[in-house]
C-alpha cells in the first residue's frame, strides 16, 4: 500500500510565503500524476495544483502566480510553494497521486493515494 505523507503545515499571516511537501513511500507511483487538493470547512475539496509526469502544471486559478508546485520523481516527492499566501487560503492541504500520468484529471475522485492532509492557517 502506498503512503502518502505531507509536511510543513502551520500558521502564517497574510503576505507570507509556506512550504509544504509531499513524501510517497514507493517508487510505484514515481511516473503517476501527483496534486495538491485543498479543503476548507464547508466547501468542497478543490484542486490546486496537477503535476503531470513531466512536470507540467495546471493551477487553480486561484492560486496561479502566487504558487508553485514542483516534483522530483527520482526522490518521489512534491512541494508546494506558496507565496503572497491570503486568509481565503487557510484550509486542510492533502497530497495526492493519479495512476494517470499525463493530463492529470482535476477530479478528485480519479487520485487513488491520499495522504492524512496538513493544515495551512493564514491570519489578516
Known amino acids: 500500500q502506498v503512503q502518502l505523507v505531507e509536511a510543513g503545515g502551520g500558521s502564517v499571516q497574510a503576505g507570507g510565503s509556506h512550504r509544504l511537501s509531499c513524501a510517497a513511500s514507493?517508487?510505484?507511483?514515481?511516473?503517476?500524476?501527483k496534486a495538491w487538493f485543498r479543503q476548507a470547512p464547508g466547501k468542497e475539496r478543490e484542486g490546486v495544483a496537477l503535476v503531470d509526469a513531466d512536470g507540467t502544471t495546471i493551477y487553480a486559478d486561484s492560486v496561479k502566480g502566487r504558487f508553485i508546485a514542483s516534483r522530483d520523481n527520482s526522490k518521489n516527492t512534491l512541494n508546494l510553494q506558496m507565496n503572497s499566501l491570503k486568509p481565503e487560503d487557510t484550509a486542510m492541504y492533502y497530497c495526492a497521486a493519479s495512476r494517470w500520468e499525463r493530463r492529470c484529471p482535476e477530479d478528485a475522485k480519479w487520485y487513488d493515494y491520499w495522504g492524512q492532509g496538513t493544515q495551512v492557517t493564514v491570519s489578516s
Open positions: 514507493s517508487d510505484s507511483v514515481s511516473g503517476y500524476c
